[in-house]
Nanobody, 125 residues
Framework: QVQLVESGGGLVRPGGSLSLLCTVS????????MSWFRQAPGKEREFVGS????????YYPNSVKGRFTISRDNARNTMYLQMSSLKPEDTAVYYC??????????????????WGQGTQVTVSS
């Protein structure tokens, strides 16, 4: 059974940094696309970025480009989301997700097969 487990969320001040982890278990994700999404109260789930598990190629939307960095450690079966210059509008529950990689960096959450339970990130002074 596939499991994605996020960790690392918390409270951070505006301008601060925070790193999230997504630990994968249950299968080999060699040819998978791993992504981060976030959802604020009353809003739709928003794409934050992706990484291919095999090559480590990344893709980010303009809203986080230059502030967020996604990486992975294949040996530890872990994906990371490093967030810097955080703003109050980055406050949300952050989720990791996975699906087979077919060459497309999907931004639509309905295209993903596996999800973690989410971790809360709050940016506030």
């Amino acid at each position: 059974q596939v499991q994605l487990v996020e960790s690392g969320g918390g409270l951070v001040r505006p301008g601060g940094s925070l790193s999230l982890l997504c630990t994968v278990s249950g299968r080999t994700f060699s040819y998978y696309l791993m992504s981060w999404f976030r959802q604020a109260p009353g809003k739709e789930r928003e794409f934050v970025g992706s990484i291919t598990w095999s090559s480590g190629s990344t893709y980010y939307p303009n809203s986080v480009k230059g502030r967020f960095t996604i990486s992975r450690d294949n040996a530890r079966n872990t994906m990371y989301l490093q967030m810097s210059s955080l703003k109050p509008e980055d406050t949300a529950v952050y989720y990791c997700a996975a699906r087979p990689f077919d060459g497309t960096y999907y931004r639509d959450p309905t295209k993903y097969d596996y999800w973690g339970q989410g971790t809360q990130v709050t940016v506030s002074s």
